[in-house]
């Protein structure tokens, strides 16, 4: 009867390891830590909410086969958030069956990423050599797609001032973009 006696007295340690972690200042201790975890895993906002939320939720209701001899309460917890994240991360994966995958466009070829890169630099450049107005407008017209009324109302500018300094400094991009500079 001596190996039921150490099997008893191991699932003693167990339950007893399992009963002694007080879940409300675990909670209140990791919520902040599990959130921040996923503010960056996910960005801030809901789903990290909801992540952090279904953490716990699964913590709580595997709460019994916390081992304390085995690991510290907030290591286990950042397992299971290490999980949740796993399974959300492969939740929202596309799965295409293999016929179909060849009908699916490729993605860039590495020539014309570094052709995309270097008209980028280029233009970035002929930018450059415009004033500081036009520059600022034609952020805020392509940069963050501003109507005209939009940045007329912005920087207190007409907006047929605003047409007219646009299409100016667009006229003046491409030229300079078809000469080569």
């Known amino acids: 009867m001596a190996n039921g006696d150490a099997t008893v007295a191991r699932l003693w340690l ?20 599990v959130y921040n975890f996923f503010r960056y895993r996910v960005g801030p906002g809901p789903v990290a909410e909801d992540l952090t939320s279904i953490t716990f939720e699964k913590a709580w209701r595997a709460r019994d086969r916390y081992r304390r001899d085995q690991a510290a309460v907030s290591t286990w917890i950042f397992s299971v958030a290490r999980n949740v994240a796993v399974d959300h991360y492969r939740a929202q994966r596309n799965y295409v069956p293999l016929e179909e995958a060849a009908d699916l466009p490729g993605g860039a070829t590495p020539e014309e990423i570094a052709e995309k890169r270097s008209d980028e630099q280029r233009l970035a450049r002929l930018l450059e050599r415009r004033d500081e107005r036009e520059r600022e407008l034609l952020a805020l017209k392509y940069g963050a797609e501003c109507t005209n009324r939009d940045i007329a109302r912005m920087t207190g500018l007409s907006e047929s001032n605003v047409g007219t300094i646009l299409h100016r400094a667009v006229e003046a991009l491409r030229t300079e973009w078809d000469e080569g500079a």
């Open 14 to 33: 167990w339950a007893r390891g399992a009963r002694a972690t007080e879940w409300e200042a675990t909670f209140t201790a990791e919520l902040p830590r």
